[in-house]
């Protein structure tokens, strides 16, 4: 069975623009959730989605969101990008059972 | 205070050493006990999870969850250089919910 894709593995990109981030879940798993991780912060939870619908958020302003698409996968936009954005974003897919499975991430980097 | 506290390390330890790593909880409702490991530059990759107070083993690496406690470790027997990573601890409710220790770097030395 494939694992967590996300896509791309990096970005470059400058402050004030905005980012789309993308990820596949493993095949079967509805939830889809994704984290911000930094040196400082560690690994800090923005959302998760099941059935396309968001059902958890964390503490992160609205220039962060997302969605789900009828078939699981998720994408993550990021506006007006600042540079304390720059981080690992992961994202991590789960069946039923509350156990989490990562992608490799996608390493933003805001100039 | 947090949800999850993790012993903060770093640690480095010489190569065939005995390992463990440590975290506190404070939610009761926590029911999923996991364990992964990070290596530089990669997302976290699933090491171990367990329900049940208890001890789970899996070759070289040993889970243990006190529930009454609210603690939870990592033991790594005989540890090698590949072991070199951050390992973060993360509890979960049935809700969903996960919440991830700081992580805690290991160095092994050959």
């Known amino acids: 069975k494939a694992g967590v894709t996300q896509t791309p593995r990096y970005l470059i990109k400058t402050r004030g623009q905005q980012v789309t981030l993308s990820c596949s879940p493993i095949?079967?798993?509805?939830?889809v959730s994704w984290y911000q991780q930094t040196p400082g912060q560690g690994l800090q939870f923005l959302f998760e989605?099941?059935?396309?619908?968001?059902?958890n958020k964390g503490n992160f302003p609205g220039r962060f969101s997302g969605r789900q698409f009828s078939n699981s996968r998720s994408e993550m936009n990021v506006s007006t990008l600042e540079l304390g954005d720059s981080a690992l974003y992961l994202c991590?897919?789960?069946?039923?059972?509350?156990?989490?499975?990562f992608g490799a991430g996608t390493r933003l980097s805001v100039l | 205070q947090k949800e999850v506290e993790q012993d903060p390390g770093p640690l480095s330890v010489p190569e065939g050493a005995i390992v463990s790593l440590n975290c506190t909880y404070s939610?009761?409702?926590?029911?999923?006990f996991m364990w992964y490991r990070q290596y530089s530059r990669k997302g976290p990759e699933l090491l171990m999870y367990?329900?049940?107070?208890g001890n789970k083993e899996d070759g070289r690496f040993t889970a243990q969850v006190d529930k009454s406690s609210k603690y939870i470790s990592l033991f790594i027997r005989d540890s090698q250089p590949s072991d070199s990573a951050t390992y973060l601890c993360?509890?979960?409710?049935?809700?969903?919910?996960?919440?991830f220790g700081d992580g805690t770097t290991l160095t092994v030395k050959p």
């Open positions: 939610n009761s409702a926590f029911q999923y």
């Open positions: 367990t329900y049940s107070s």
């Open positions: 993360a509890i979960g409710t049935n809700a969903g919910k996960s919440t």
């Open positions: 989605y099941f059935s396309e619908t968001q059902r």
């Open positions: 991590a897919s789960r069946a039923q059972e509350n156990i989490q499975y």
């Open positions: 095949s079967g798993h509805r939830s």
